[in-house]
């Protein structure tokens, strides 16, 4: 089950929860409002890590 980041559209607080793929919206876990936005959420692979570990790298020598 993916991570999921939410942002509080009454207070604006920032919080992550556990989902199920078509579960609805959770409420703000600080204030219970019911509108939260969905945030984009950075992630990283060991491979995709590798990558710029590699071109840091590079990078450096030039």
Avoid: Q
């Avoid at 009454?10 to 019911?34: D, N, Q, S, W, Y």
């Amino acid at each position: 089950m993916p991570i999921y980041e939410y942002e509080c559209a009454a207070c604006g607080h920032l919080f992550e929860r556990i989902m199920k793929v078509g579960e609805t919206e959770p409420a703000c876990p600080a204030c219970e409002a019911k509108e939260t936005k969905k945030r984009v959420a950075s992630f990283r692979t060991n491979a995709w890590s590798t990558f710029l570990d590699g071109m840091e790298k590079r990078m450096k020598r030039d």
